[in-house]
């Protein structure tokens, strides 16, 4: 941490990536990547280009492929990453960088583009920053060759936009949060920004979980830097009622009330692992209070679970 804090985070080029990963999830992002020291990364979502700097500090000599649809956003390319981006590609790109039409992970030639089978299963890291459900990108991974990924909007139970690894865990489908009596036990399968919601039994969800935990092989979610309030109360909870096709029109939806912020703080301190640092000492230490750093406390929230994970 005190590396990154040193000599990664004060150089970065993009300096406010609203939106995109914060202080916590780009340290986990580039300590994963660091570590596992891929020679192919496949990058899906690239938003303003931060997480793809990002990656190449961590790995400098890999073959970068970086996909999303929208390219309007992008303010850091990468001279040496090859580029899948907007409808019609990207011809606001710099001329050295090769920018190819946006096409979907799971449509794209990796046969071509990372032909041998053992580079795809062994030296590949995929990270997942889309908003897509896990469920699909796993099955994805897994029919491509691929078993090395990393997933950063790994939403806790009942929330977020995509039906994360987090959520299929849960065998109960966030039990937890429906009060006594509540009449509706299905599970929001969310994905794609609720563009393709859908409401799923309770035994489907069950059937998803067993599904993916015979897939896995590694599952490690990363902990937070610091806790912050508002890790668990800053999105809505329960069902989304606007997408609903089960429910007979005229009839009122079922949504969840939202639960007390002391219950929010117990399930925090229970579904989030513990922060790295717990004391104003190992804030110092690890260079976090240095002026130079440029961070506040909001940099610290929104903790989203981010995880690492190889299938067998």
């Known amino acids: 941490l005190a590396q990154f804090v040193a000599e990664v985070w004060p150089r970065r080029p993009v300096r406010n990536n609203r939106l995109g990963m914060g202080f916590g999830h780009a340290f986990l992002a580039w300590w994963y990547t660091l570590n596992w020291q891929p020679a192919f990364i ?100 897994r029919q491509l060759g691929f078993r090395t990924a990393m997933f950063d909007d790994n939403w806790p139970e009942l929330q977020g936009d995509c039906y994360s690894l987090k959520q299929i865990c849960d065998e109960t489908g966030g039990a937890a949060l429906r009060p006594p009596g509540f009449p509706d036990s299905r599970v929001l399968m969310a994905d794609g920004f609720h563009m393709n919601d859908s409401l799923i039994p309770l035994a489907q969800h069950r059937a998803h979980r067993e599904e993916i935990l015979a897939s896995l092989e590694v599952y490690f979610e990363g902990p937070p830097v610091l806790f912050h309030p508002v890790h668990l109360l800053f999105t809505k909870f329960g069902h989304n009622p606007t997408r609903d096709p089960g429910r007979p029109p005229g009839t009122p939806s079922r949504v969840l009330p939202p639960p007390s912020n002391s219950f929010l703080a117990a399930m925090a301190a229970t579904l ?41």
């Open 42 to 141: 496949v990058e899906n979502g690239i938003h303003f280009g931060a997480s793809t700097w990002l990656l190449r500090q961590a790995s400098p000599h890999a073959v970068i492929f970086s996909l999303d649809p929208d390219v309007a956003s992008v303010q850091h390319w990468d001279p040496a990453a090859v580029y899948f981006v907007g409808e019609k590609g990207a011809p606001a790109a710099p001329l050295q960088v090769a920018a190819m039409p946006f096409t979907d992970f799971g449509a794209v030639d990796w046969e071509v583009l990372i032909p041998d089978p053992q580079d795809r299963a062994e030296r590949t890291l995929v990270l997942f920053d889309d908003h897509q459900s896990h469920l699909r990108r796993l099955r994805q991974m």
């Open 272 to 312: 989030i692992p513990q922060p790295l640092l717990t004391s104003s000492q190992q804030l110092q230490e690890a260079g976090l209070t240095a002026p130079q750093t440029g961070l506040t406390q909001a940099d610290f929230g929104g903790h989203i679970c981010p995880c690492f994970v190889r299938l067998r």
